[in-house]
């Protein structure tokens, strides 16, 4: 992987991918759009870690980088986004076992409320932190 905006973008990929039926993207749909497509899940980047180089120092190829992504599911109840974020979550477990990733590992607690876009649209999320082989 290139950089995070890479890394980023795969995910976007796989995500959609696994989860026919949920719109998935790095923003939000247009707020005139958003409750027909419902639910939706939103993936960003965070600033990530320092990254771990091999012994040789800088000119050697870097070994391990760590990319925290922000995950967000909306719906229009808890209820329907805890449902998507349960599939959401194995989803992203499943990434290091995905062709084509340098995913190694995967550290995505459990969701949990997030505050509420709307009084119509809920919202729940989690950081969850990749590690990545390159």
Do not use: Y
């Not at 995913?103 to 009084?119: H, I, K, Q, Y």
């Amino acid at each position: 992987m290139n950089d995070d905006i890479d890394v980023l973008m795969q995910v976007i990929g796989i995500v959609s991918e696994q989860m026919p039926g949920v719109t998935v993207g790095d923003a939000l749909p247009p707020l005139d759009e958003l409750d027909a497509m419902l639910p939706c899940v939103t993936i960003d980047v965070l600033p990530g870690e320092q990254r771990a180089v091999a012994w040789g120092g800088e000119d050697f190829p870097v070994r391990l980088d760590g990319v925290p992504l922000d995950v967000e599911v909306f719906a229009p109840s808890r209820a329907q986004a805890m449902q998507v974020a349960k599939r959401l979550r194995l989803v992203l477990h499943q990434l290091p076992h995905i062709a084509g990733t340098d995913v190694t590992d995967v550290d995505c607690p459990a969701f949990g409320s997030r505050e509420d876009l709307n009084p119509n649209v809920r919202a729940v999320g989690v950081i969850c932190d990749l590690t990545l082989h390159s």
